[in-house]
């Protein structure tokens, strides 16, 4: 790939001049991805093969909210309980509705691979495009790279957790959990590679578990717990986490927030779904009303039967919710059963999980964005799937896993990971459609947008973003020692420190934001003659 050879001042003015090409009128046989595409400037590489219901499988399972909440809900409950498990709840809910209608806005007008950093490229003015998208990219990738390990992490350290429970001599070593995760990992890598012809078809059948897995562990938990009462679930402030009262419900509400993380998912597969500039935005909206609705219902119902709250904090297992579904079915066995349901559902989220990063990084190093780009932009010949972009991602997945065996809270701090790394690049995103509407530049709406409302909503997803980013790094609880310390702040530093020495040595060299595809360039000359 390279940029074309008369180029003017940039590879984002070219692009924002195709943008505006009349090609209803020139190219009347086309489709709207093709046309997509062509105003992109880039070749059509990877097959077409999500329609809207297997992508709202795909998004809905990488959202994977009311599973989630299991595992999560615990530093909401030490940061307030009740009600910043509910009120906090609400507010992510519409928060991120107002975030997900920005990014539709965004997507619907470049439905690519690349997602945020192609849209900060084409948005930010002209001075600070090349540096702005380039910063975009590094973050997103940062972010949807903690993504895929956390879903892994959480695979794997459950499945030790059942050890536990089910065998009380069992040793347990956080080792031992890496060692599990790796191989959730080589599923999840097996399902993206060798099996990925039948994975759009796989999100359809996972669809359905998604909702029946829901009525699986709702029915039982509710019908056999011992039930709190309605004063504890909505009204009865408890602050365990030894933060002041309002920075407590603020450092909670990352268990909301994370639950709604994953949506733009079907931004980096893009140019794989059929009427992306449709289909795209019309699935991150009715997997945010569906995971919020399922989640909201299963918040209530963890808060209502949890039972013994000292017995569900210490249990050996080191996940509360096993002791929770093992003292309301009184049985070790039926703990397992509903245990196992949800690990089957964080499994297949990863599947999305890592099919949306690599994507993200693959698109990423197609532009030139990253160290090695040539070899990562690689897409296979007979699989037409970035082979090395998912190569790297199972291996930053695995190194990511090693945080696991030095710190007992390791999983908060690849959740933050996640949380700063994708709220980073929307921050920047909105951010910039923000500042083109105040000022009033030409902005080339999809078939999806906002109108009038656009500002509005852009402002107050704005502002939610930058709230739950900063919250985010802050540890779960105090004291916090060298162990319990969330390390996501030094991470997350390192590798912005990391990437500015990169882009300061080659980077800028490099990048040029996202460059108009030479075969596009040859193919458009042919048609020409």
């Not at 990971?417 to 709220?423: D, E, K, N, T």
């Not at 990169?502 to 800028?508: L, Y």
Request: with cysteine; net charge neutral.
């Amino acid at each position: 790939m390279a940029p074309i050879q008369s180029q003017m001042k940039s590879d984002t003015e070219s692009a924002q001049r195709a943008s505006n090409s009349n090609e209803e009128d020139e190219f009347p046989t086309l489709s709207q991805d093709e046309k997509d595409m062509r105003r992109m400037g880039k070749v059509q590489e990877t097959k077409r093969n999500f329609g809207l219901l297997p992508l709202l499988g795909f998004t809905t399972i990488m959202l994977c909210s009311w599973q989630s909440i299991f595992p999560f809900f615990l530093t909401g409950f030490l940061n307030g309980g009740g009600p910043t498990l509910i009120y906090g709840y609400i507010f992510c809910f519409v928060g991120s509705l107002a975030m997900c209608a920005s990014i539709s806005e965004m997507a619907s007008m470049y439905p690519t691979s690349g997602g945020q950093y192609h849209w900060v490229a084409l948005l930010a003015p002209p001075k600070w495009s090349k540096f702005l998208s380039w910063l975009t990219g590094w973050v997103s990738v940062l972010g949807w790279q903690a993504g895929c390990a956390s879903g892994t992490f959480l695979g794997g350290t459950i499945i030790q957790g059942l050890l536990v429970l089910n065998d009380p001599s069992y040793n347990y070593q956080r080792w031992h959990g890496t060692l599990l995760l790796y191989a959730v990992l080589l599923v999840t890598v097996f399902v993206n590679t060798i099996a990925v012809r039948v994975l759009p078809a796989l999100e359809g059948v996972i669809l359905c578990a998604h909702v029946l897995g829901f009525f699986a562990i709702l029915i039982p938990l509710v019908h056999l717990a011992p039930q709190s009462s309605a004063d504890f679930v909505f009204a009865t402030w408890s602050n365990g986490s030894g933060y002041v009262d309002g920075l407590s419900w603020f450092v909670g509400l990352t268990t909301s927030s994370v639950l709604f993380i994953g949506f733009d998912g079907a931004c980096h597969m893009a140019e794989e779904v059929k009427n992306a500039s449709i289909n795209v935005p019309r699935s991150m909206f009715f997997t945010i009303f569906l995971n919020g609705a399922l989640g909201f219902a299963m918040m209530i119902s963890i808060l209502y039967c949890i039972g013994d709250v000292d017995n569900a904090l210490s249990t050996p297992t080191g996940w509360p919710f096993i002791e929770i579904f093992r003292n309301a079915t009184q049985s070790n066995a039926g703990a397992t059963a509903m245990t196992s349901i949800l690990i089957a559902m964080i499994i297949f989220a990863t599947f999305g999980y890592v099919a949306s990063a690599s994507r993200q990084l693959w698109a990423f190093a197609r532009d030139h964005g990253l160290p090695f780009s040539g070899t990562l932009a690689t897409v296979d010949r007979r699989w037409a799937i970035p082979l090395y972009a998912i190569g790297l991602t199972a291996l930053i997945n695995a190194l990511l896993a090693l945080i696991n065996i030095g710190s007992s809270v390791a999983f908060n701090a690849l959740v933050s990971l996640v949380a700063a790394g994708l709220f980073s690049s929307y921050v920047i995103s909105i951010s910039l459609m923000i500042r083109k509407r105040l000022v009033g530049e030409h902005i080339p709406f999809g078939p999806w947008n906002m109108g009038r409302a656009g500002l509005a909503v852009n402002v107050y997803a704005l502002l939610y973003t930058i709230i739950v980013t900063v919250f985010s790094f802050f540890p779960p609880s105090t004291p916090v020692t060298a162990v319990s310390m969330n390390w996501s702040c030094a991470v997350y530093g390192g590798t912005i420190i990391f990437g500015l020495l990169f882009w300061i040595v080659s980077g800028r060299k490099q990048w040029r934001g996202p460059l108009i595809d030479r075969r596009f360039v040859e193919q458009a000359q042919s048609a020409q003659l």
